[in-house]
């Protein structure tokens, strides 16, 4: 049975973020907002919560995992990042964006792309993501909430408890963050490729 936290969205409770993170250190999977919907995050080297992750959403090998980052230093430990590419994401960043890029070593085999190298990698403006990333001391490893064959992620956290009570560990509950998933844009290339159109303004990248 998961855990449920309602937390306030401008001034999350630091005993409940941090009582989260060690959760998450524990091997934890948490349901958790986002400024473009809820997500799902574990770990970066949690092999369950990466087989569960898979498992709850039924991702392929070729799904492009996320590391949703606290800020562009953070970002570059796990990236390969050239000059051009890093004034277009610093400009847009923290926002709701996604970047596919080339991966560092940094990253486990197993989250990368099998052909390209490639991870996702995301820096959120949302004041609980970035708490929880900020106590958690390492990128979260996440994908986007939303269920097989349903079109839209869910919004609430009383739902989410409700129906992924026996599949994840810990609701973090701050609201409604919205139901548009991130803008991917794929950088693997050198050039900006708009793989999905979503909250973010893609006008920057045409």
Not at 88 to 115: M, S
Not at 117 to 137: F, M, S
Not at 152 to 164: F, H, N, V
Request: include cysteine; aromatic fraction near 6%; proline fraction near 6%.
């Amino acid at each position: 049975m998961a855990r449920y936290f309602d937390v306030h969205p401008d001034n999350p409770q630091p005993r409940v973020i941090s009582g989260v993170a060690d959760s998450l250190r524990s091997e934890a999977l948490v349901a958790y907002p986002t400024d473009s919907c809820y997500a799902l995050g574990c770990r970066l080297g949690s092999r369950d919560g990466i087989d569960r992750i898979r498992s709850i959403r039924k991702l392929d090998d070729r799904h492009h995992f996320t590391l949703v980052c606290q800020n562009f230093a953070q970002l570059g430990q796990f990236v390969q990042i050239d000059n051009d590419v890093f004034r277009a994401i610093k400009a847009a960043t923290p926002g709701r964006y996604t970047f596919i890029l080339p991966a560092t070593k940094e990253v486990p085999r197993r989250l990368l792309h099998p052909k390209k190298k490639t991870v996702g990698v995301r820096i959120p403006d949302h004041v609980v993501a970035q708490a929880l990333v900020a106590e958690l001391g390492e990128p979260l490893l996440s994908s986007t909430l939303l269920l097989p064959d349903e079109e839209a992620p869910m919004t609430q956290g009383w739902e989410i408890k409700d129906r992924l009570d026996h599949v994840v560990d810990v609701v973090l509950d701050s609201g409604d963050c919205g139901t548009e998933p991130t803008t991917v844009i794929d950088f693997s290339g050198g050039e900006a490729e708009i793989v999905r159109s979503g909250a973010g303004d893609t006008s920057r990248f045409v």
